[in-house]
T-cell receptor, first 111, second 117 residues
Framework: EDQVTQSPEALRLQEGESSSLNCSYT??????LFWYRQDPGKGPEFLFT?????EEKEKERLKATLTKKESFLHITAPKPEDSATYLC????WGYGQNFVFGPGTRLSVLP | ETGVTQTPRHLVMGMTNKKSLKCEQH?????MYWYKQSAKKPLELMFV???????ENNSVPSRFSPECPNSSHLFLHLHTLQPEDSALYLC????????????????FGAGTRLSVL
């Protein structure tokens, strides 16, 4: 059965304290891995797509990487405005365009 | 104008009421989705429409009834709901199955917060 897990469940950082979020997946043929950011009371906002092991994408203080079993979202020198829930989703061959979402990591960055 | 718009943003209904959620996308996409997001649980896919055809019904109870009159509009009709149906209901759209991989990105609306009393 396809599964997506994320760790940690919650993370508190001081402003400027870099860290990484993990997304582990077991799917029968990865088609794509997607990272989203969700603010309270809002819908998920697309951040990155990764398609093959070794691929990396960057946007401001965020960098996403992909291996055959997991993806990391690295946050460098975070600011309070980076506080949000970060969701990971995978798309597998044989499931059309459907996503399987992980439970998310709730990030709080304290000033 | 935002790409995916959902109305209403908040809805309170009794268990015997009938209401509808509306979603409209302005991105020219061909696929639309309904998701349910409950506290402490991952997003649950409910329905998928491709080119107005329902291609996925993820074992959703019949008290939820989707409707997709065209590629830009999606409705979720609700009747005789239960308190455990209280959740954030999210609509998303994407280019669809026939597009290349980069066009499978799903774009979400802000959601409707539903409370069933």
């Amino acid at each position: 059965e396809d599964q997506v897990t994320q760790s940690p469940e919650a993370l508190r950082l001081q402003e400027g304290e870099s860290s990484s979020l993990n997304c582990s997946y077991t799917v029968s043929g990865l088609r794509g891995l997607f990272w989203y950011r969700q603010d309270p009371g809002k819908g998920p906002e697309f951040l990155f797509t990764l398609y093959s092991a070794g691929e990396e994408k960057e946007k401001e203080r965020l960098k996403a990487t992909l291996t055959k079993k997991e993806s990391f979202l690295h946050i460098t020198a975070p600011k309070p405005e980076d506080s949000a829930t970060y969701l990971c989703a995978v798309q597998a061959w044989g499931y059309g365009q459907n996503f399987v979402f992980g439970p998310g990591t709730r990030l709080s960055v304290l000033p | 104008e935002t790409g995916v718009t959902q109305t209403p943003r908040h809805l309170v209904m009794g268990m015997t009421n009938k209401k509808s959620l509306k979603c409209e996308q302005h991105l020219g996409h061909n696929a639309m989705y309904w998701y349910k997001q409950s506290a402490k649980k991952p997003l649950e896919l409910m329905f998928v429409y491709n080119f107005k055809e329902q291609t996925e019904n993820n074992s959703v109870p019949s008290r939820f009834s989707p409707e997709c009159p065209n590629s830009s509009h999606l409705f979720l009709h609700l009747h005789t709901l239960q308190p455990e149906d209280s959740a954030l209901y999210l609509c998303a759209s994407s280019q669809g199955e026939r597009g290349d991989l980069a066009k499978n990105i799903q774009y979400f609306g802000a959601g409707t917060r539903l409370s069933v009393l």
